[in-house]
C-alpha cells in the first residue's frame, strides 16, 4: 500500500541554519503531498501541501517540491528560528476515494539558540 | 485553534476497561478520521465517517468502534483496553472527503 519514509534519528540545529527533512514516498498513482507539525502538547497542523508533481508547497518560511521522478518531497526552510522546534511529519494522501492520510515516522527538529 | 474539539484531554484507566473519546468536527465539516498515535506503530488512520455513515477503516482493531451522529459529532469506543492501547488518539475532520484535515488537540489514553 501507500507509504512514507521519513529520514531516521532526531534533527539538532543552531538558530539560523539551514534545515533540511528527507521525505519519500511508495504510491500506486499520483498522490497529494503534506507536510505538517506538531508542537509541544499539541494537535497537528498543516504546514505545506502539494497536489502534484512539481508543484511547491511553501508557508512560513519552509518550502517543499513534489518531486516525481525521485517520488520525494523533501522539506527544507533557508534559516530556522528557535520557535520551529517541533516534529515534522510528512503525509501523503491515500488515492482510494476517503482522503484518509498515510504518514511517515517523524522527526524531532530541536533548534538552539 | 483548528476548530475541531475533543474531550477529554487526558483519561487513565485500567487494562479490560472500556473508554468513550468524543470529537466535535468544525462548523460545517461533514467528515471525520480517527487517528492513533503511538511510540512503536507512529501515526496510523483508524476510521473515516462522512455524514454519519462509515466510509473507510484503516489499523482498527475489533475491540475498537466509532459512530458519527446526526449532529456530525463522532465517539469512538474503545473496549477490553489492553497496555498498548495507551496512545494518543486524534480526531480530524474536514469539509467533504477530499478537503485538508483540520486535527484536533487529541485525547492522552494511559492504560494501566
Known amino acids: 500500500g501507500d507509504s512514507v519514509t521519513q529520514m531516521e534519528g532526531p534533527v539538532t540545529l543552531s538558530e539560523e541554519a539551514f534545515l533540511t527533512i528527507n521525505c519519500t514516498y511508495t504510491?500506486?498513482?499520483?498522490?497529494?503531498l503534506f507536510w505538517y507539525v506538531q508542537y509541544p502538547g499539541e494537535g497537528l497542523q498543516l504546514l505545506l501541501k502539494?497536489?502534484?508533481?512539481?508543484d511547491k508547497g511553501s508557508n512560513k518560511g519552509f518550502e517543499a517540491t513534489y518531486r516525481k521522478e525521485t517520488t520525494s518531497f523533501h522539506l527544507e526552510k533557508g534559516s530556522v528560528q528557535v520557535s520551529d522546534s517541533a516534529v515534522y511529519f510528512c503525509?501523503?494522501?491515500?488515492?482510494?476515494?476517503?482522503?484518509?492520510?498515510?504518514f511517515g515516522k517523524g522527526n524531532q527538529v530541536v533548534v538552539i539558540p | 485553534d483548528s476548530g475541531v474539539t475533543q474531550t477529554p484531554k487526558h483519561l487513565i484507566t485500567a487494562t479490560g476497561q472500556r473508554v468513550t473519546l468524543r470529537c466535535s468536527p468544525r462548523?460545517?465539516?461533514?467528515?471525520v478520521y480517527w487517528y492513533q498515535q503511538s511510540l512503536d506503530q507512529g501515526l496510523q488512520f483508524l476510521i473515516q465517517?462522512?455524514?454519519?455513515?462509515?466510509?473507510a477503516k484503516g489499523n482498527i482493531l475489533e475491540r475498537f468502534s466509532a459512530q458519527q451522529f446526526p449532529d456530525l459529532h463522532s465517539e469512538l469506543n474503545l473496549s477490553s483496553l489492553e497496555l498498548g492501547d495507551s496512545a494518543l488518539y486524534f480526531c480530524?475532520?474536514?469539509?467533504?472527503?477530499?478537503?485538508?484535515?483540520?486535527f484536533g488537540p487529541g485525547t492522552r489514553l494511559t492504560v494501566l
Open positions: 503525509a501523503l494522501s491515500d488515492l482510494n476515494g476517503n482522503n484518509r492520510l498515510a
Open positions: 504510491a500506486t498513482g499520483y498522490p497529494s
Open positions: 502539494a497536489t502534484k508533481a512539481d
Open positions: 462548523s460545517g465539516d461533514l467528515s
Open positions: 465517517y462522512y455524514n454519519g455513515e462509515e466510509r
Open positions: 480530524a475532520s474536514a469539509e467533504r472527503e477530499y478537503n485538508e484535515q483540520f
